[in-house]
């Protein structure tokens, strides 16, 4: 189960149609998980921050944010979610596709706008705070959106269409810019499938050569790319990734710890104890307790 596939399967407020791909749901951290693990993927990605502050990092960046603030995930970027300190944060996201407000690919609106979008020619600024000269306009436009996904009316479509056409005027016209950064976009390219593999991958044997191969470098030379990029060697991330989804999967299901730790990659139950204590400062059994998700 990757990241999108375990919070739709977690999200409080959905409605999927697959011919009309935008989803919207509230998130919670600590309360519905401790964190996002950095990932990437090809839809387009707003969060919202409703209460609290927190930390999103997208392509390696750190942000604090709090409550107002928006930030803006174009297709593609590798981001992540984390608490600040021991404050908490509430957030909405919301996650649709680009093939809602564009045409077909020869289309003037994809080929002057989302299409260098998409290929990281274009980009939108990261954060969006209440100072930004743009900040009503945008909040007026995806707080619209919202109220469209309270009750889902008939034709609903059209009016999330309309607004996120508007909410896109509005970025294009006043807050994007063209980007020219090669080395930096270059090292995203090698590091994305390593990403990628790893989410839909972890609960598998991997290992540096493996990812190596995914990242077309060799072993020794991946390695000192990975934790240069990453800040943290490829082991250490997969085992936090591994911990980070388990922490999760204790917290949304009843399965046993043993098939919770198998399910993560871990065939040892010790040794996932001994990791899983260390990352969290208390036994998965007693993570389980505590936390107020469960009975």
């Excluded at 509230?26 to 839809?43: K, L, Q, R």
């Excluded at 479509?157 to 896109?168: D, H, M, P, V």
């Excluded at 990975?226 to 936090?240: A, E, H, I, R, S």
């Amino acid at each position: 189960m990757n990241i999108l596939e375990y919070e739709n399967y977690q999200e409080k407020k959905y409605h999927g149609n697959p011919d009309f791909p935008y989803v919207t749901y509230p998130c919670s951290i600590p309360m519905d998980f401790p964190e996002v693990p950095p990932h990437w993927h090809g839809e387009m990605e707003i969060i919202y921050i409703k209460k609290g502050k927190g930390i999103v990092e997208v392509d390696f960046k750190e942000y604090d944010v709090s409550a107002g603030t928006l930030c803006f995930i174009v297709p593609g970027q590798i981001h992540s979610i984390r608490q600040k300190e021991d404050l908490s944060m509430e957030y909405e996201n919301i996650i649709f596709d680009l093939s809602i407000v564009k045409s077909g690919p020869m289309e003037k609106l994809s080929v002057d706008y989302f299409s260098p979008l998409e290929k990281g020619r274009l980009t939108l600024p990261t954060v969006i705070t209440a100072d930004h000269p743009s900040y009503r306009d945008i909040t007026s436009c995806v707080d619209g959106m919202d109220t469209i996904c309270m009750t889902f009316p008939k034709a609903y479509e059209l009016a999330l269409k309309s607004g996120l056409l508007r909410l896109f005027f509005i970025l294009f016209s006043f807050c994007s810019h063209e980007k020219r950064d090669n080395r930096h976009e270059k090292n995203m390219e090698k590091i994305r499938p390593v990403i990628k593999y790893v989410e839909n991958h972890y609960s598998e044997e991997l290992s540096t050569r493996d990812m190596a191969k995914k990242a077309g470098l060799s072993e020794s030379h991946f390695m000192k790319f990975f934790k240069t990029t990453m800040g943290v060697p490829f082991l250490y991330y997969l085992n936090d990734y591994r911990l980070t989804m388990a922490s999760r999967l204790l917290l949304s299901s009843d399965d046993s710890i043993l098939t919770i730790a198998s399910d993560c990659g871990y065939d040892n139950l010790s040794y996932f104890n001994r990791l899983f204590k260390r990352r969290f400062g208390m036994t998965p059994r007693d993570y389980r307790k505590v936390s107020p998700l469960m009975p």
